[in-house]
């Protein structure tokens, strides 16, 4: 006897005819939804409301005939959240999440599912959700959760192409990554490192035609006596400078500001910029700098500025103030640490 069943997720209603009727199985029923629509997730859970409350059909094997509630035209209904995704083309796509997996779902898993849904590959594009990456999946060992980067149901992620924020018109550039390594930065620091050579990795892919040379300055407190600051000098070596970044460590800060002034001295005067080289910093923190103009409050053992006097950063050679573009401010206040940092 032929048999047709509704089944309904979401706002998405399909109507299945079943040829074998009551002795269809359970496993046949998944499947016959999955042809139907093949972004479901295969480990697919099919309920439908009985007389005495929700029904799941969780036994693959088992036939429809055993459940004496499920007749001709039963609906049922799917155990899914959704979430969509847009394409680079515009081409909206539904991506079907269990719904008592939803908010632990790994950000890794999602992805693999928006490639196999959308059959669009991501390794020259990111998953972005207002405005934000979602990378990296993984930090300290732990998979990053839908939950860590507050992704809600049916929320809308767009599919873009991976791009730094660098605009290089110039043929020489010289970067330099200034990263606050004090105690507050402990628990974000490899993900900070992990960043930075992916970053400097990307940008010498994209601009195989420039001459890019890479710096790195790690700053501290007061507080640090022994190598308050340290810096790898520019340099076009990959295994240089990933073994300097690989070796750097968080430590001291024993107040909220942090040295910011005596990190920029050293990017400035201790650095070997070229003459006609585009400049470029990129400054990753989570405080500012020494002094009441800079913060509201934050525990600075020297509200009165900079310990060493700096009001601006200078160049020594110029004996004025110097002029750099600065690319990317990372700050992270200290009530917020829920997400990782990422350079874009």
């Not at 900070?192 to 892919?205: H, M, T, W, Y």
């Not at 002034?261 to 405080?287: E, F, P, Y």
């Amino acid at each position: 006897m032929l048999w047709r069943v509704a089944v309904r997720y979401s706002s998405d209603r399909h109507i299945l005819q079943l040829p074998n009727g009551r002795d269809t199985s359970v496993g046949e029923l998944k499947e016959l939804f999955q042809k139907e629509d093949p972004s479901l997730p295969h480990d697919l859970r099919i309920v439908f409301d009985g007389p005495r409350g929700r029904i799941v059909l969780s036994d693959d094997k088992k036939k429809l005939s055993e459940y004496r509630e499920i007749q001709d035209g039963t609906v049922f209904r799917l155990d899914l959240t959704v979430v969509y995704v847009q394409a680079v083309n515009g081409q909206k796509y539904k991506i079907p999440i269990g719904t008592d997996k939803f908010y632990n779902y790994p950000v890794s898993a999602l992805l693999k599912d928006v490639e196999r849904v959308t059959r669009f590959s991501l390794t020259n594009h990111k998953l972005f959700l207002r405005h934000k990456p979602l990378l990296p999946t993984s930090l300290e060992g732990k998979a990053l959760t839908l939950t860590d980067y507050t992704i809600r149901k049916e929320d809308t992620l767009l599919i873009q192409k991976e791009s730094s924020d660098l605009n290089i018109t110039n043929s020489q550039v010289d970067l330099c990554f200034m990263v606050d390594c004090t105690g507050s930065m402990a628990s974000h620091i490899e993900a900070v490192k992990n960043s930075v050579k992916n970053l400097r990795e990307d940008l010498v892919k994209q601009h195989r035609g420039c001459d890019l040379q890479f710096a790195f300055v790690r700053y501290t407190d007061y507080d640090v006596t022994c190598n308050r600051t340290t810096h790898l000098d520019f340099t076009n070596d990959e295994s240089q400078f990933n073994s300097f970044v690989g070796g750097i460590s968080a430590q001291g800060g024993g107040d909220g500001p942090e040295d910011v002034m005596g990190g920029l001295q050293v990017a400035l005067n201790k650095l070997t910029w070229r003459s006609k080289s585009s400049r470029v910093l990129v400054h990753i923190a989570d405080c500012p700098c020494h002094g009441r103009m800079y913060h509201d409050n934050m525990g600075d053992n020297y509200p009165d500025g900079d310990r060493d006097g700096i009001t601006h950063p200078t160049d020594d050679d110029q004996g004025q103030e110097s002029r750099y573009r600065l690319l990317v401010w990372l700050h992270r206040p200290r009530e917020n640490r829920q997400n990782d940092i990422h350079l874009q």
